[in-house]
Nanobody
Framework: VQLVESGGGLVQAGGSLRLSCAIS????????AGWFRQAPGKEREFVAY????????NYADSVKGRFTISRDSAKTTVYLQMNNLNPEDTAVYYC??????????????????WGQGTLVTVSS
C-alpha cells in the first residue's frame, strides 16, 4: 500500500490549505485513515481520523472546528481541509492508513502504512 501526500506549502496566518493523500496498492474502502503532524523537535502528533465509511471523524482538540478530514472512494484519496491556520500549525503533515486501529486511532504506532509527508508552513 502506497500513500502520497500533496498540497503543503507556505501560507499566511488565517489562510487555508487542502492536503491530499492518494492511496494505492490496496482496497481503499478497507482502510481507515489518519493525519498526523510533526513539528521540529517535537513528537509526531495526531490531527484527524476517518473511518472506512467516513461516518466517524475525530480530531485533536487543537484543530477541532478548523480542520476537516474527508475521503473520496472514487479517487482513493483522503483529504485534510485546513482553515484559519496559525503558526502553531507549522509542521510536516503525514497521512497514515491501516485496516483497523481499534479505538486508539490517535496513536501513530497503530498504523502500518505512511506517506512521506508534506510540509506546511504558516507565517505570522
Amino acid at each position: 500500500v502506497q500513500l502520497v501526500e500533496s498540497g503543503g506549502g507556505l501560507v499566511q496566518a488565517g489562510g487555508s490549505l487542502r492536503l491530499s493523500c492518494a492511496i494505492s496498492g490496496g482496497t481503499f474502502d478497507s482502510y481507515v485513515a489518519g493525519w498526523f503532524r510533526q513539528a521540529p523537535g517535537k513528537e509526531r502528533e495526531f490531527v484527524a481520523y476517518i473511518s472506512v465509511s467516513g461516518g466517524t471523524r475525530n480530531y485533536a482538540d487543537s484543530v477541532k472546528g478548523r480542520f476537516t478530514i474527508s475521503r473520496d472512494s472514487a479517487k482513493t484519496t483522503v483529504y485534510l481541509q485546513m482553515n484559519n491556520l496559525n503558526p502553531e500549525d507549522t509542521a510536516v503533515y503525514y497521512c497514515a492508513a491501516d485496516r483497523s486501529v481499534s479505538a486508539r486511532y490517535y496513536l501513530p504506532a497503530r498504523y502500518d502504512f505512511w506517506g512521506q509527508g508534506t510540509l506546511v508552513t504558516v507565517s505570522s
